[in-house]
């Protein structure tokens, strides 16, 4: 079964930044598409980054420009820089597959707030 570990929020002003990390354990690490989520106060949970077994990475609009996800196989572990950080990017961040599995990790809480 796959387990997945999410690490890195916090506490930050609007404009700071912030890294998350999501190790992910088993051997097929290499071969999946990983995503980033998440889940803002009384919102649904939503994808906000994806990243191909080969790289190739997509983004939620609200998002673009600002963020960017990363994946070293080596470590079987993907990121998420956060940058330009918003208020409304407060929520609590998950990492899954994409598509996801029927279960979720701990997640970690992103709070923006001057």
């Known amino acids: 079964q796959v387990q997945l570990v999410e690490s890195g929020g916090g506490l930050v002003q609007p404009g700071g930044s912030l890294r998350l990390s999501c190790t992910v354990s088993?051997?097929?690490?290499?071969?999946?598409?990983v995503a980033w989520y998440r889940q803002g106060p009384g919102k649904p949970r939503e994808l906000v980054a994806r990243i191909t077994n080969g790289g190739s990475t997509t983004y939620h609009d609200s998002v673009k420009g600002r963020f960017t996800i990363s994946r070293d196989n080596a470590k079987s572990t993907v990121y998420l820089q956060m940058n330009s950080l918003k208020f409304e990017d407060t929520a609590v961040y998950y990492c899954?597959?994409?598509?996801?599995?029927?279960?979720w990790g701990q997640g970690t809480q992103v709070t923006v707030s001057s």
């Open positions: 088993g051997s097929i690490f290499k071969f999946l598409t």
């Open positions: 899954n597959l994409d598509p996801h599995l029927p279960y």
